[in-house]
């Protein structure tokens, strides 16, 4: 019994793709086929599988009904964290979606899974992406700072979930985490953030992330052991289509 995880599949079975790279770079071609081969050497039914955000791009949930179907055709218990392009999941109807798709499907939103003897917790989280303003040399001189400032609340949001899920499963007796979001923890210039914050306060020993998909964009959060805790990007893109095992 091995835990994995992997984000950002962008599927679009019933919907249109709206990234230039998807449509363009060799890496997505035919990355339906690539992850489900992948999958179904990789994983047993006994495994479990943590989909890391940006499931769809359907707007509404009859827009993303295939797209589920594939989901679920992959092996193992598959568990689901929110992107910021899954319009189709309210996080206030996430019980609605449960209803609907437990037990092949789980919607991770204030609440936890267990893995063994982890709770395995997690939210959408943000970071703020700029815009950055940079100099002849590449550098960061300065940054949108109303952007910024509505970046907080979303961040300020984005923690308040994720101390549900640790308390829910401080409460319940657990005291060894995997924590997942979707965004990185922190962006291009922060060594640290709320979400690093928390995730050392309650002792997670590991956190994974999807978002930063693209090449020029695979360092821009923590990669390694920082202050004990272990971050890792799982993007497909970054890992090529190849489910990361983060547990055996």
């Not at 949930?61 to 193992?76: H, R, T, V």
């Amino acid at each position: 019994m091995s835990l994995y995880a992997i984000g950002d599949l962008h599927l679009h079975f019933q919907s249109e793709v709206k990234s230039k790279s998807q449509r363009r770079d060799r890496i997505w071609r035919k990355h339906e086929e690539k992850l489900l081969k992948n999958c179904r050497q990789m994983i047993t039914d006994e495994d479990t599988l943590v989909l890391v955000g940006d499931h769809s791009w359907g707007k509404k949930l009859a827009d993303c009904e295939e797209d589920l179907e594939y989901i679920k055709s992959l092996p193992g218990r598959k568990i689901l964290i929110r992107g910021n392009h899954d319009q189709f999941w309210d996080a206030k109807k996430t019980a609605k979606l449960n209803e609907l798709y437990q037990p092949d499907l789980t919607f991770l939103q204030n609440s936890f899974e267990v893995y063994r003897d982890f709770a395995i917790v997690g939210t959408k989280g943000y970071t703020f992406e700029g815009p950055f303003y940079l100099d002849n040399r590449g550098r960061i001189f300065d940054w949108d700072r109303t952007e910024e400032a509505h970046s907080w609340k979303l961040i300020e949001r984005e923690l308040e979930r994720l101390r549900t899920s640790f308390e829910m499963a401080r409460t319940a007796g657990y005291r060894r985490y995997i924590m997942f979001l979707h965004y990185p923890p922190t962006n291009i210039m922060e060594r640290e953030s709320g979400f690093t914050e928390m995730a050392r306060e309650y002792g997670a020993e590991k956190v994974i992330y999807a978002h930063s998909h693209g090449e020029s964009r695979f360092h821009d959060s923590l990669l390694g052991q920082v202050d004990g805790i272990e971050y890792q990007l799982v993007s497909g893109d970054f890992l090529r289509w190849m489910p990361k095992k983060i547990l055996d």
